[in-house]
Structures are given as C-alpha cells and as structure tokens.
C-alpha cells in the first residue's frame, strides 16, 4: 500500500513540501487592520488563491520528524534536508524536489479555480509509476489529503502543512477511518535554511 501517493517526503511537500507556496497573481491585497496582527506570507499569499502559493516551498529545508507507533508507521526520529528547485511557466509551478542531495521526485502543480484546490502531479525518477493527487489551502494551513481502498476499507490519509511563518512549517501526517478522528503517524517541522 503506498501510503504517500500524494507526495515524496523524507514530506513534509512532506510532504512537499517544506517552504509555502504563496503569492497573489496579480490581485491586490487589503492592508490588515491597524487591530489586527499583521498576516503571515502564507496567509497574504492565499487571500487570492492562484498558482503563486505554490513558489513558497522554492528553497532549502532542514527537516526533523518524529514517526509513531501506528497501524501504518513505525516509533523513529528522522532528520532529513529537502530541497526544491521550483519555476513557473504559465499555470503551472514545477519543482525538483531533492532529499538529503539526491533528485527524489518531479512535482507539477496546477490551480483549479472552480475548485478552490490544486492538482498535484508527481513523476519519480527512475521512471516510476506517476501519482496525482489534491492540495488545499486555506489561510496558512496547506493539505494535501488521499484515501486507500483496502479489501475491507477505505483509509483516508493527509499530510497538513501550518505555515507558522514563511521559514517555518510545522507538518504532521494522519490517517483516518471516517475523516472526524484521526491518528498522527508523524510530526515535525521545516526550517527554511536557504532561498536557494
């Protein structure tokens, strides 16, 4: 069972991660009230949703997770970088996604506006079985969700991305049964080391 089909991860991008995606194409964005905080980039980035958001996980991160003991992962502490050559061409964002210096992964990214979500594509290298999946964003919290059918079941998993700031995401894996209780499989955080 392939439990990540929606992202590589060593991902947060998982997973994808790391890094936000963010920007307004072209829209323009409301100063915050003088009463209220300042936005984060995330949240400023996802006032007006568009493939832009996408270009804030560009960049190196310095990973740190903790996995559980759970019905599909296993107790262990995983400490990982991540990279993401990212570009746009068009409606599309593009990202090279490398763990610990070795190409893992090709992400392709696509806005679908009567959706309010993203199309995720992933190509592995090597030639492997391609996968897609969803993204949604909403404020600072990027989710990217997948179910598997099993012979007897429907297991839904995610992995939420929270953009705490634009060079720090704290992520956890979950999976669920009915989508209203879920168990964390993994948590951690992503620290933007570099634009690059």
Not at 90 to 107: A, D, F, H, R, T
Not at 118 to 141: A, M, R
Not at 145 to 157: K, S
Request: charged share 20%.
């Amino acid at each position: 069972m392939d439990l990540r089909s929606g992202l590589v991860r060593a991902i947060a991008l998982v997973a994808f991660l790391p890094g936000c995606w963010w920007g307004a194409a072209g829209a323009q964005q409301a100063a915050p009230a003088a009463s209220q905080p300042a936005a984060t980039g995330a949240q400023q980035a996802t006032a007006t949703l568009g493939i832009d958001p996408i270009m804030a996980y560009a960049g190196v991160w310095k990973i740190e997770t903790d996995h559980y003991d759970t019905e599909f992962s296993k107790m262990s502490h995983e400490s990982s970088t991540l990279k993401n050559v990212c570009w746009k061409s068009g409606g599309y964002v593009v990202c090279n996604q490398m763990v610990n210096g070795e190409s893992k992964v090709l992400l392709i990214f696509t806005y679908v506006e009567k959706q309010s979500s993203y199309s995720t594509y992933q190509v592995p290298q090597g030639g492997g079985e391609p996968g897609s999946g969803k993204l949604f964003i909403e404020g600072n919290t990027f989710e990217f969700p997948w179910r598997v059918t099993g012979p007897d079941r429907i297991t839904y998993f995610r992995v939420v991305n929270v953009f705490a700031n634009p060079n720090l995401i704290e992520y956890r894996e979950e999976y669920s049964a009915d989508k209203e209780h879920w168990t964390i499989m993994a948590k951690g955080t992503e620290k933007k080391i570099s634009a690059e």
